[in-house]
């Protein structure tokens, strides 16, 4: 069965960093393109960025230069690194398995605040 | 960057009745090579992440009840409920795969009548 579990959210201040983890089970992740997609409160979805199985990668204007998805094969595991964050950065943050989305975390909350 | 629009906002059905969606993109998203639209349709109901329905525009994700179809090609798409549901109620999104950033629509709530 397909898993995604992620962690790693929280309160932070304005300018902070944050990094985000999506551990994947039932599947590999460098077989799959890679996203991350999040929800500000009581908003829609908003992409954010994709790590494609050969590994190139690619970002929502919003956050490129301030956000680096990786992946780490050891452990089957997807990063999203913050840094420079807004309060309009503040949302639930998912992980999501493939170019149509077809699995998804129950998402990881960040809260972007002084 | 492609932009996805879609209407209504909002659309109140009553049970056993047929709901439609529709979603427009501003470039098409349909790749000669395969002849597929990067295109799909999701469900997300409160407190829960996005369900993924449709994909390609027209295929059905495994389990997906058959009252959900989507149709269209290029730049139009329409997702369609048969017939209405009481666990149907919720909001839905498309979304374009084609180029990144893959951009969602802001979404559809449906609400019973």
């Known amino acids: 069965e397909v898993q995604l579990v992620e962690s790693g959210g929280a309160l932070v201040q304005p300018g902070g960093s944050l990094r985000l983890s999506c551990a994947g089970s039932?599947?590999?992740?460098?077989?799959?393109?890679m996203n991350w997609v999040r929800q500000t409160p009581g908003k829609g979805l908003e992409w954010v960025s994709v790590?494609?199985?050969?590994?190139?990668?690619d970002y929502a204007d919003s956050v490129r230069g301030r956000f680096t998805i990786s992946r780490d094969t050891s452990n089957n595991t997807l990063y999203l690194q913050m840094s420079s964050l807004r309060a309009e950065d503040t949302g639930v943050y998912y992980c999501?398995?493939?170019?149509?989305?077809?699995?998804w975390g129950q998402g990881t909350l960040v809260t972007v605040s002084s | 960057d492609i932009v996805m629009t879609q209407s209504p906002d909002s659309l109140a059905v009553s049970l056993g009745e047929r709901a439609t969606i529709n979603c427009k993109s501003s470039q098409s998203v349909l790749y000669s090579s395969d002849n597929k639209n990067y295109l799909a349709w999701y469900q997300q109901k409160p407190g829960q992440p996005p369900k993924l329905l449709i994909y390609?525009?027209?295929t059905r994700e495994s389990g997906v009840p058959d009252r959900f179809s989507g149709s269209g090609s290029g730049t139009d798409f329409t997702l369609t409920i048969g017939s209405l549901q009481a666990e149907d109620v919720a909001v839905y999104y498309c979304?374009?795969?084609?180029?990144?950033?893959?951009?969602f629509g802001p979404g559809t709530k449906v609400e019973i009548k």
């Open positions: 999501a398995r493939g170019a149509a989305h077809r699995s």
């Open positions: 979304q374009q795969f084609y180029r990144a950033p893959f951009s």
């Open positions: 039932g599947f590999t992740i460098t077989r799959n393109y």
């Open positions: 390609w525009a027209s």
């Open positions: 790590i494609y199985n050969g590994g190139n990668t």
